[in-house]
Nanobody, 122 residues
Framework: QVQLVESGGGLVQAGGSLRLSCAAS?????MGWFRQAPGKEREFVAAIRWSGGTIYYADSVKGRFTISRDNAKNTLYLHMANMEPEDTAIYYC??????????????????WGQGTQVTVSS
């Protein structure tokens, strides 16, 4: 069982930046970020293969968010720039225990963090 712990959430003004981190207690393969706003379903944000060679982004964040990972530290990152009020949500880190590609749906992940709140004020 792998534990995931997110950090870095908080309050930021529109146009500002934040960096989220997700520390994993063990080795993982593909990892991703999802978010859930009040009253909405959990949605895909970004995902990265264990090698870093394959990366996917949701259209809503493409060009503004950057996902990366440091396998030596078992840590996943999400750098968020030019943030918008619509980015306000709880952000969740997810990890897969297999190497079967990179998923953009929650069903493709086996482990989840507890979530970190991100609030963007207008």
């Amino acid at each position: 069982q792998v534990q995931l712990v997110e950090s870095g959430g908080g309050l930021v003004q529109a146009g500002g930046s934040l960096r989220l981190s997700c520390a994993a207690s063990g080795r993982t393969f593909s990892m991703g970020w999802f978010r859930q706003a009040p009253g909405k379903e959990r949605e895909f944000v970004a995902a990265i293969r264990w090698s870093g060679g394959t990366i996917y982004y949701a259209d809503s964040v493409k060009g503004r968010f950057t996902i990366s990972r440091d396998n030596a530290k078992n840590t996943l990152y999400l750098h968020m720039a030019n943030m918008e009020p619509e980015d306000t949500a709880i952000y969740y880190c997810a990890a897969s225990k297999t190497i079967l590609g990179v998923s953009t749906t929650p069903n493709g992940y086996d482990y989840w963090g507890q979530g970190t709140q991100v609030t963007v004020s207008s």
